[in-house]
């Protein structure tokens, strides 16, 4: 039984002599609109509509982010990985539901005069769409789509890009935005000027998904909550805490993080947050369960105040599903903790507050989950741990020369191993059970065995 379908309500129908009658009654039509997958969001529905009604939608994901493949920064690498949207959050989450498509080039510069100058700032632009032309094209080739073959079953389907996850630099490249805060527009997804934060300018390279039909690239380079929020505003958040107070309180704040007790699952910052600029996601999320509690009365109520406001935004951003009276309260959460953060930090910040990660979680990211579905589904958290698999442990197994047809080359090995273990058939070992004798014999006549 559906118990979340027995809901009853009621309604005042009469008002008479003062008294009202009220009707109690179970609605006929119990059912409010909601966000989670993709396919419940209106891009899935409107491009659903945009081809014919027996094919099908392949959303494709694109994730790309530079990183360095070992400890001293000395090398790194450009990965494009892709993923399909098709695929539940919680399977796409896992490791091998993705895959890497490729390494984006990365040019040599003779010195750092060459790399400030205009020229070759376009020419790293238009190598980029150009590699992307190169990886993608093939997927692009039959305006009438494709048939795959899934369980015995031929499936139309047409390819769609849905979303292009990364941080803001890259969502800057790939919708070719000045990626500065400063400049005359710094929102890819408004273009509102600098001042109202705030004149976008596009780079001169012309945008590879400028020819993909249906595809808004600046709508799709979404928001990504990792980068937002963990590594980005609530960095600054503690960067700006540490900015109000007097240097006791800043010793105060360190003295209380280091004395909190061990506990199964949280991290222990046992130097304080004098590290604070080489804290991981992970670290920051850590954070976020203690901090209330070590600003409290350092300063004004305002200030735990603004990390309660935070903490109740944090939690709504995390929710798998999304109704419109929850995208309401994300909204609201997300405005009351505005309301507190510019009273108490806009002295602290250098530009007023006008940071681009701030305005587009402000502005754009409930009608991106209406877009999209919920956040979950398009964050970078579970896509950073493929860096170690396809970039960091195949370099170290490397000679350092030709690093990439060698890092290829050992994933392609580790995909064959991997494949090859999952055909095999592991049979379970069945128990012997003996309910007869067959025959019987003397040890004594036990020579005849060996004639």
């Known amino acids: 039984m559906n118990i979340s379908q027995l809901s ?28 989670a997958e993709q396919n419940s969001g209106n891009w899935w529905k409107y491009t659903e509509a945009s081809i014919p009604s027996s094919a099908c939608i392949l959303s494709l994901i694109l994730y790309s982010d530079a990183t360095t493949t070992d400890t001293l920064e000395k090398s790194s690498l450009h990965p494009i990985y892709i993923s399909l949207e098709n695929i539940s959050t919680w399977r796409r989450n896992k490791e091998d539901a993705k895959q890497l498509l490729g390494y984006f080039l990365i040019l040599f510069i003779k010195n750092e005069k060459e790399k400030t100058s205009p020229e070759f700032k376009k020419l790293v632009r238009e190598t980029f769409h150009k ?30 890009i849905s979303t292009i996850i990364g941080d803001w630099p890259e969502a800057c490249t790939y919708s070719l935005t000045y990626k500065s805060a400063s400049s005359n527009f710094p929102c890819h997804f408004c273009l509102v000027q600098k ?21 808004n690239i600046y709508a799709a380079t979404v928001p990504d909550r990792m980068h937002h929020l963990d590594l980005g505003l609530y960095h600054y958040q503690i960067e700006f805490t540490k900015g109000i107070l007097e240097r006791s309180s800043i010793d105060k704040m360190n003295e209380r993080i280091e004395t909190i007790p061990r506990y199964p699952g949280l991290k222990i910052f046992s130097k304080g947050l004098q590290s604070i600029a080489r ?35 944090y939690i709504l951003s995390r929710l798998e599903i999304f109704k419109e009276s929850d995208l309401e309260k994300f909204q609201k959460a997300i405005n009351e903790w505005i309301d507190l953060f510019v009273i108490l930090f806009r002295k602290k910040s250098d530009s007023k507050m006008k940071f681009p990660k701030f305005y587009s979680w ?15 589904g398009y964050t970078t958290e579970t896509y950073e741990s493929l860096h170690k698999s396809y970039l960091k442990t195949p370099y170290r197994l490397s000679n350092k020369k030709g ?20 055909e095999e058939l592991h049979k379970t070992p069945t128990a012997l059970i003996y309910t007869s004798k067959l025959f019987e014999f003397k040890l004594l006549e036990a020579s005849i065995f060996f004639e």
Request: glycine share 2%.
């Open 195 to 215: 001042n109202d934060l705030i004149d976008t300018i596009l780079e001169p390279v012309e945008n590879y998904f400028w020819n993909i039909l249906n595809l």
């Open 279 to 313: 804290l991981t996601a992970s670290e920051h999320r850590d954070l976020m369960k203690v901090i209330v509690f070590v600003v409290d009365g350092l300063l004004s109520n305002d200030l735990s105040e603004v990390y309660v406001k935070w903490n109740e935004m």
């Open 362 to 376: 402000i502005f754009h990211i409930v009608d991106t989950i209406r877009e999209y579905g919920a956040i979950n």
């Open 8 to 35: 009853y309500s009621k309604h005042c129908i009469l008002v008479h002599n003062n008294r009202k009658y009220f009707i109690n009654y179970r609605p006929i039509k119990n059912w409010k609109k909601s966000y």
């Open 403 to 422: 690093i990439k047809e060698q890092i290829m080359k050992t994933i392609w090995r580790k995909a064959i191993i991997k494949r090859r273990v999952t």
């Open 131 to 160: 590699s992307l032309k190169f990886l993608l094209d093939p997927l692009f080739e039959n305006e009438n789509g494709i048939d795959y073959k899934i369980n015995n079953r031929i499936i139309w389907f047409f390819l769609k």
